[in-house]
T-cell receptor, first 113, second 115 residues
């Protein structure tokens, strides 16, 4: 069965420092991996995706993610965090043979000034 | 970019009544729409998948007679919560997609409160 794990409920980082939000996945077949961000009482906004190709994917708002097949991970990163990055981040996976998007439990990112 | 709207953004209804939530793709035609439910501080749970012109496919544990989904056109899907109860109070989010391998675009969500 497909699954996504986000081991951290919350990540705290000081503004200007690099941030990492972790995600590991389990799928049968080729994984399609996504990161979304959610602000309070809002829907999800797409950040980036990995389908195939380069393992380092660059996305919106300066975020990037690294696909690591051996570790089945797809961690979200940003070199320098902003207070405005504070939000709820979801990792998601879609099996290439299935059209359902399965979400992780979410990680709340808090960036302190 | 592709925009998905939901209406209403917030709704309060009395227990036992029904409420309809609309999801529209504003600048593209969505062959598939998805309905999710999100409890406070929890992830999104897929409720059902609907393809235009056909019946929705519900996830295990989701009552299809309670959560009626209609996808009558390529730009509109509706979710009707029938005979609502307080435990149906939640944040409902729709999502739309053009192609099977394509990206999903999410609506802003609807907060339902059943009193």
């Amino acid at each position: 069965a497909q699954s996504v794990a986000q081991p951290e409920d919350q990540v705290n980082v000081a503004e200007g420092n690099p941030l990492t939000v972790k995600c590991t996945y389990s799928v049968s077949g080729n994984p399609y991996l996504f990161w979304y961000v959610q602000y309070p009482n809002r829907g999800l906004q797409f950040l980036l995706k990995y389908i195939t190709g380069d393992n380092l994917v660059k996305g919106s708002y300066g975020f990037e993610a690294e696909f690591n097949k051996s570790q089945t991970s797809f961690h979200l990163k940003k070199p320098s965090a902003l207070v405005s990055d504070s939000a709820l981040y979801f990792c998601a996976v879609r099996d290439g043979r299935d059209d359902k998007l399965i979400f992780g439990t979410g990680t709340r990112l808090q960036v302190f000034p | 970019g592709a925009v998905v709207s939901q209406h209403p953004s917030r709704v309060i209804c009395k227990s036992g009544t029904s409420v309809k939530i609309e999801c529209r793709s504003l600048d593209f035609q969505a062959t598939t729409m998805f309905w999710y439910r999100q409890f406070p501080k929890q992830s999104l749970m897929l409720m059902a998948t609907s393809n235009e012109g056909s019946k929705a496919t519900y996830e295990q544990g989701v009552e299809k007679d309670k959560f009626l989904i209609n996808h009558a056109s390529l730009t509109l899907s509706t979710l009707t919560v029938t005979s609502a109860h307080p435990e149906d109070s939640s944040f409902y989010i729709c999502s739309a997609r053009v192609l099977r391998q394509g990206e999903q675009y999410f609506g802003p969500g609807t907060r339902l409160t059943v009193t």
